[in-house]
């Protein structure tokens, strides 16, 4: 299936039925009066959040989206049916955005979350809610009001604990395929990986999911490379492994490249839990390997892990290094979400 993490689609809520004109007529019955029944309610529409949903590439095939109008009303009192409304099924972590793709109108990000993007228009009066004792026979009624229609953007950014940034061909999609069943696709050329993988880690007794992206250039907040569009899936992660290329020549400035792309990008990922490693650490010598790194280590301010996730040299350190850092944030979440000492509980 493939991977696409955007889509602009149309969507229009369903008009109101109209009321209904009518008068009792029938045999031997005198006094017939009104009985014009209400039109009935257009359709809502509703986007939805499901587990089975990884990709918005249904929305590349269809982008009109409209709920059903509302049934007119019709005599002896009748109303008419209310639309069917239309249900928008995204995966998890799908952001709505209005046309300016700014403004935030809905963040579904676990199944079962819903949200009301257009709502129906309700239905018109038929003759007989008119009916009064001044007006015994009125011939007034409501036509069912309209629907809204709008253009909506949907952004799916993935749901991960930690996430792996790096130098294009600094070993991320090979550690991604170490740790988990994932098999993203590994060579020898930049840019191999064109789209987000994400693979289920276990750890201890502990499971997460990790996110890798393709990788960052100089100049990718700019558009250079693959630029910095995938970015967004490692937004909601709560640490991020950084591998810089132990066969780099500068390993401290492919170190300063990414951060200063993650500080240009923004949402806040420049001041994310970081976790630093060496990788393809067993293709250097041990006095280079030395060498560099002393010089990422004076470039990150921290100690760098040394990996091979080839040969599997320091990766469970790395795997517990990103455990313990996402535990901090669980707890951290769920003491900001707690009520304060001596709340009073429901």
């Excluded at 995204?90 to 935030?104: F, H, K, S």
């Excluded at 010598?285 to 040394?306: C, F, G, I, S, T």
Aim: hydrophobic share 40%.
């Amino acid at each position: 299936m493939k991977f696409l993490d955007q889509a602009k689609i149309y969507i229009a809520s369903g008009a109101g039925g109209d009321g209904s004109l009518s008068f009792r007529r029938e045999k031997f019955i005198e006094f017939g009066g009104p009985d014009g029944g209400d039109g009935g309610k257009g359709g809502d529409v509703w986007a939805e959040c499901v587990d089975n949903l990884n990709t918005l590439i249904d929305y590349r095939y269809q982008q009109h989206f409209k709920a059903k109008r509302g049934g007119n009303g019709s005599g002896r009192n009748r109303s008419g049916a209310n639309g069917d409304d239309c249900i928008i099924k995204v995966p998890p972590g799908t952001q709505i955005l209005a046309e300016d793709q700014e403004t935030l109108i809905a963040d579904l990000e676990k199944p079962g979350d819903r949200a009301l993007l257009a709502k129906g228009g309700n239905g018109g009066f038929g003759n007989a809610h008119f009916k009064s004792s001044t007006n015994q026979a009125p011939r007034r009624v409501n036509p069912g009001l309209p629907g809204e229609e709008l253009t909506i953007w949907l952004r799916l950014k993935l749901i991960a604990d930690a996430g792996i940034v790096g130098m294009p061909n600094a070993g991320k999609s090979t550690f991604l395929a170490a740790v988990s069943a994932a098999k993203p696709k590994i060579a020898a050329y930049p840019f191999t990986t064109l789209h987000p993988n994400l693979g289920v880690v276990r750890a201890g007794d502990v499971d997460f999911v990790l996110a890798d992206i393709p990788g960052l250039i100089e100049g990718a907040s700019e558009g250079a490379g693959i630029g910095t569009r995938f970015l967004g899936h490692v937004e909601r992660t709560k640490v991020l492994l950084h591998l810089v290329d132990a066969t780099e020549e500068d390993v401290a400035e492919a170190y300063r490249t990414v951060r200063r792309e993650l500080k240009a990008y923004g949402g806040g990922l420049d001041k994310k839990k970081e976790v630093v490693a060496l990788s393809k650490c067993d293709a250097i010598d041990e006095e280079a390997l030395a060498q560099r790194v002393e010089a990422l280590k004076k470039a990150a301010r921290k100690n760098p892990l040394v990996l091979s996730a080839v040969s599997g040299l320091g990766v469970k350190e790395a795997l517990f290094a990103l455990t313990r850092e996402i535990k901090k944030g669980a707890k951290a979440e769920a003491d900001a979400e707690a009520p304060p000492t001596g709340a009073w509980r429901p």
